[in-house]
């Protein structure tokens, strides 16, 4: 990794890109392929995957509340707002808003991602879904 490449500054470019849902902008992150979820995945079907939830939620929103550095592995707990407006999770939406914590973790290098993972609690995420 060059010495003049800022993890944190290219974090919150990422998340700005989410939180505009500019996913066709992924390449500015991530190459062709990366690992996610100790998966290989190409970028197509990483930006099918974000754009599937804000199919489902249009107001999806990722709050970033921590951030820790370790050379080039950045972990991030962000807390994820919106309102669904169709099916998600197999769940019909109830027309309430939605949060839930999401703690995920990132492998950077060469200026790009080279694995994603995240984990968020899927059975406190249902239960607002059927709220």
């Not at 970033?64 to 950045?74: D, F, T």
Request: proline share 2%; aromatic share 8%; glycine share 8%.
């Amino acid at each position: 990794m060059m010495s003049d490449f800022d993890i944190r500054e290219f974090y919150d470019r990422y998340c700005d890109m989410l939180n505009a849902h500019e996913f066709d902008r992924m390449d500015e992150f991530m190459g062709d392929s990366i690992i996610s979820h100790g998966q290989t995945a190409d970028r197509a079907t990483v930006i099918a995957h974000l754009k599937g939830i804000t199919e489902a939620v249009p107001d999806m929103h990722w709050e970033i509340k921590e951030v820790a550095i370790n050379g080039g592995v950045l972990a991030c707990h962000s807390v994820n707002h919106g309102t669904p407006v169709k099916e998600w999770l197999g769940v019909t939406p109830n027309g309430k808003k939605i949060e839930i914590d999401e703690f995920a973790l990132y492998v950077i290098s060469d200026g790009k991602f080279q694995q994603m993972s995240n984990v968020h609690d899927a059975v406190a995420l249902k239960k607002q879904l059927e709220g």
